[in-house]
Structure formats: structure tokens, C-alpha cells
């Protein structure tokens, strides 16, 4: 999903034309449109008002009024652009034209050049499911590993500005269609997608899509248990073999949870069931995912579930204050700093995640204020938004790291309550 940047200053439209993608360029200045002198107007300077009206690439250039003259003033004159900037008004111009009339009004034929990429499914033409051609035929890319870097190259290829959002699994509906593309890991300057180094550059079509979905599960809580990673809708576990800090560092920045403090092997957190999708996992400690390390797939493994990998992280969450390790007020760590949570829209929603989070079983209570006490410390999080399935409070959507309404000793707190259970007994 991508994000086109506007102006608060001025806008372009292109008129006297039957595609809102080519004609001549007006601009709008204290609260009336004007027209552009073509004085030094070249491909840079169209290049940027195709990309701030979400057009795609510059095609032509247009001097000499070839839509038409416009009517009314002449806002700008000279303009120099670099081609990168986010608005015409971005550029270097000249507010006051000398010897330019109508007979000289700007223009430009934005549009799409035949490419590789495309994106469908979407809500516009800068949104959507990412597909590639090759040998004629459309495919999807597989998101293993894949993040801003990547949709970055994809926005900029298509002329949609920078990416807003990288949206995975099948957020925009499932193609039964050829994957690709897998392990994509693009710099951030490439030209196009296909420019980017992948992980199985000689075997199109021949990957495993591992989608990058990892979690930890029979722990005593989210930060902790045993690995799984998603493959084509279905849980998997990772073998131990080779299994290491570097590994389990990979996993806990992962998921949010903060640095990896021990390695579990030989199914600590007891056995999975099903697949065994990972093994032989090699990573260097600074990947962005699991399944951005080197590792062996599918059959290519000699395990058994007997020897499922497991992790215990450090919580980026605590409850202080509390009654009891389930209850307390809310805190979160930050750049190596705790912090508290704002109570402005706290609800059961975030409450539960926290809970859930904890171990804790439901929320039970909301507290806010000083209930457990009061901090004159470092508030971290604002305006906490989750829909209640989180796994983790960090992964909910926030007004900002250190943004928010609140004053002192205006606290998110919970009171949980577990659910009782009987283990080992005889």
C-alpha cells in the first residue's frame, strides 16, 4: 500500500484534457488557479507533478500551450526540479514571471510504461497484491521477508510515491495462480522490483513460500515457547539443529519481544504436532525475520519433534505495583527504557492484549490514574488502539513512540484474572 504525498500549499490538476493524467498544468494559489510558464520546463519538473498526482512516470513533455491556453495569472516561472521531489512546490521556480504568456503554458502526458510489476486487488492503482511477469505470465511474490524495503522499490516503480504500509498473507485476496518470487531483499534504491536480489534467483517458480508469520506457543506467556512458523495456512515447527542465540535473536526482535535471553532445544516447551517446515537455520543475529536466514526446507530435514526449537525473550511489558503478577499498571520498554502507557481510550480491547500478553487469562478490571501508584517517568505509548487479537501489546496501533495526551500520573493499569487448570497431577 502505497502513499502519495500532498501539498497544504498548492495542488496540480491537469485540464483541457479527457485523461486526468495529461494536459496542461495549473496550480493553486491563494485560492485560484494559475497556469505554469514552460521557461525551463523538462522532464524533472514533470516528473514530479505526474508522481504528485499518483500518474506514474513522465511519458512527454508539453511546451508552447499544447493544451490550450490557460486564462488568469501565471503562478510559476523557471521551475528546477530535481525529478525526486515530493511537489511541484517542492522546487525552485520563480513567483513572479517576466515575458511569459499563455502561449507558454506548461503541460505534460503522465502514464504507466509497459512493466514487470503490477499491483491488484487493491482499492487503487497503488494498492494491492504484488505481481511480477515472467515468460508472459502473471505471478504473486511470496512475503517471506518481506518489508518496507521491498514495497518501497515497488511504489517507486509503479509512481506511487513511498510505501505507507506492507500488507501481508492475504490481506487483498488469494491468487491460485504461479508464485514467483520468493526471499526478495531489496536494498531500497533499485529501479525495479526485479532488480532486487532473491532468494532463489535461478529457480522461478521453484520456492518454497514460507510465509514469515512466527510466533511462540506453550510458554508461560508470548515472549516464550516453542517456534512456529506458517507455510501455506498451517503451523510448523523449526528443528533445533544449529539452533542458537543468533537464531533466537532473530525470533524475539521478530515478534516483538524485545532480546533473546535463553535457548530452548530438545522441545523444552514440549512437542509439536505436524509439520517440521525449518531446519538447519543459520542466521547471522541482525535479520528482520526468520525466514530471512539460510535454512533447509520441507523434506530437505532429518528431525522429529523431539527436538523442536524453543525461545525464552525478554518481555517488552510488566505489570508493577500490582497485587499480584497479573495485575499492576501497564508498562512497556523502549529503547532500553520503561515507560508507562497513556489511559486516554484505554479500553477492554488493549486491556485483553495485555492480559492475554501476560499469561494472565481475560481482563477482568481496567484501572486508570494513579490506581497503582503514580510515575513521573518516561509515558511511552498514546491513544492505544487494538482490536483485542493481538499478541502483543506493541503490535497495536499508537499515536506514536512518546506521543501522547496525557499528564502525570494519568496510567493505563489491568487487574487479570487466569483461568484455573490442574497440570501433572496424578
Known sequence: MCSLMDTTLA????????????GRVEVLRAGQWGTVCD????????????RQLGCGTVLEVKNAAYFGKGSGPIWMNNINCFGNEATLMSCSYNATPNRCDHEKDAGVICGYEASSVRLVDGSSSCSGRVQVLHNGIWGTVCYNGWDLLDANVVCSELGCGEAKEVKLAEYFGKSSGQIWLTKVKCFGYESSLTECPVGEADKWGQNMCLLDITRLVSGINS???????LYDG????VCDDGWD???????????????????????YFGEGS?????????CSGNESALSKCEYHELELNDCNHSEDAGVICQSVMRLVEGFDDCSGRVEVLHNGKWGTVCDYKWDGSDGAVVCKEMGCGNIKVLTYGAYFGATSGQIWMGNVNC???????????????????CFFAEHAGVICGRELKIVNSC
Request: glycine letters at 10%; a negative charge.
Open 387 to 405: 482490536n483485542g487479537e493481538e499478541a502483543s501489546l506493541s503490535t497495536c496501533a499508537i499515536q506514536g513512540w512518546g506521543t501522547h495526551n
Open 11 to 22: 495542488l496540480e490538476e491537469l485540464v483541457n484534457s479527457t485523461n486526468s493524467c495529461y
Open 274 to 282: 505436524g509439520q517440521i517446515w525449518m531446519d538447519n537455520v543459520n
Open 245 to 267: 542465540l543468533s537464531e533466537a535473536a532473530v525470533v524475539c526482535r521478530e515478534i516483538g519481544c524485545g532480546d533473546a535471553i535463553e535457548v530452548k532445544s530438545s522441545a
Open 234 to 237: 498451517t503451523w510448523g515447527t
Open 39 to 50: 521557461d525551463g520546463w523538462d522532464a524533472s519538473d514533470a516528473a514530479v507533478v505526474c
Open 223 to 229: 515472549c516464550s515457547g516453542r517456534v512456529q512458523v
